[in-house]
């Protein structure tokens, strides 16, 4: 597939971002490039709103996986692309606009050079939540075409483009998402000492949760509570009767996971006492870290190296999630960082991924895949 190609599939997928298991119209214009290719190779499959598309190889031994994420995120976009989204307060913020397109050009690469063993791309939904990856995993489609092994990336906004960063073993926080609705007594700005007042309640606690990390983790663990939300109340003079907090928490150790929900179990156990009112917690989705395959990602970084003319960085551990974390727990792979250099970060209303990295995926991906192909 030409270089310009690529760039029109990445520019009209940034145009139609979708929320996880809402991704309708990005499924249906995968799913018309990808009938383009009209290959008698090709077999293709829809899970809810995900893909499998499977090539087969000349002479297949074993399947190779690769996985895009293909949902868009709530943030209404604020860059000066002329290829905007044209879903007004969606955007796809986290690069997987990059994904999927890389994820097409692989692909394409592979059907005009097809290998012996055979190739399975999941373009799976859901990843920033509630999570697609386990159960497209474990789906019945998934049971027929497994894969023996399975790649991924995502693009860094502050790694310069033709930079690939990875490290073999743990790559990626746990993950869980964080809930809490508190009820109280709702009243008259003017009557406070009539009411329980869930604003202040809430402010209360979004507190109180900052000394867990510095106070209850580990120092040489790394642990993450964010508060990204908050609701609550109805207009300016009336006290609130509920207030709703919406957070994530990440920690590098499942110890530490534990301590962190425990420490935000006992402090809203406090506040209820402390503030007269009752809250419910909901962790909703959690994601497993991710934890590359050793020797596979230390082979790969080796074969970048002495292969291509990129650059390899050994990377730290980062506190983002993804659901791959899943994939990898079950079948031997890795995910790597793509340098994209973009000025503005991951999950930012203006983040602008330089597009020449779309390139070097695509080769660096076709390339290992081969050398993969012809090793045992
Ligand atoms: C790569 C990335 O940004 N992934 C997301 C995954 C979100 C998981 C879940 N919804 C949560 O917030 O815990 C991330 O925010 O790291």
């Known amino acids: 597939m030409e270089k310009e190609e690529l ?40 899970w809810r709103t995900g893909i499998f598309v499977l090539l087969e190889g000349t002479n297949p031994k074993k399947t190779i996986g690769y996985r895009a994420d293909i949902d868009g995120l709530p943030i209404q976009e604020e860059t000066t692309y002329p290829f905007q989204s044209k879903h007004s307060g969606y955007m796809h913020a986290c690069g997987h606009d990059f994904h999927m397109s890389i994820a097409l050009g692989i692909l394409s690469h592979f059907i005009d050079n097809r290998i012996e063993d055979n190739l399975l791309f999941l373009f799976q939904p859901a990843e920033e939540g509630p999570g697609g990856a386990e159960p497209m995993l474990n789906s019945e489609i998934a049971g027929k075409w497994r894969p023996d092994l399975i790649f991924a990336l995502h693009i860094a906004p502050e790694l310069p483009v033709g ?8 790559l990626f926080a746990n993950t869980s998402e964080l809930f ?6 709702g009243g008259h700005a003017a009557y406070p000492h009539t009411t329980n007042d869930m604003v202040v309640a809430a402010a209360n606690l979004v507190t109180q949760m900052q000394s867990i990390v510095s106070r209850n983790v580990d120092p040489l663990d790394s642990a993450v509570v964010t508060i990204g939300k908050i609701t609550g109340g109805t207009v300016q003079n009336i006290i609130a009767e509920n207030a709703r907090l919406e957070g994530t ?56 190296s002495e292969h291509t003319d990129y650059d390899v960085k050994l990377s730290t551990e980062a506190m983002t999630g993804e659901d791959f974390g899943y994939m990898v727990s079950k079948i031997p792979g890795f995910m790597f960082w793509l340098g994209v250099d973009s000025p503005f970060g991951l999950h930012h209303a203006k983040l602008t991924p330089n597009e020449d990295a779309i390139q070097v995926a695509v080769d660096v991906m076709s390339k290992y895949i081969e050398f993969k192909s012809k090793s045992k």
């Open 7 to 46: 760039l029109k599939i990445r520019r009209d997928l940034h145009q139609i971002p979708e929320l996880g298991f809402q991704e309708y119209k990005t499924q249906q214009y995968l799913l018309n490039i990808i009938k383009q290719f009209k290959s008698e190779h090709l077999k293709i499959e829809t």
């Open 163 to 170: 930079t690939i960063a990875t490290k073999p073993g743990l």
């Open 180 to 185: 809490i609705d508190l009820k109280g007594k």
């Open 249 to 304: 928490i990440r920690t590098l150790s499942v110890e530490s996971m534990d301590k962190v929900k425990e420490r935000i179990e006992a402090i809203v156990r406090g506040l209820e006492i402390g503030y007269n009112c009752q809250a419910a917690i909901d962790y909703g989705a959690m994601y497993h870290q991710v934890y590359n395959d050793e020797a596979l990602s230390e082979e790969f970084m080796s074969y970048i």
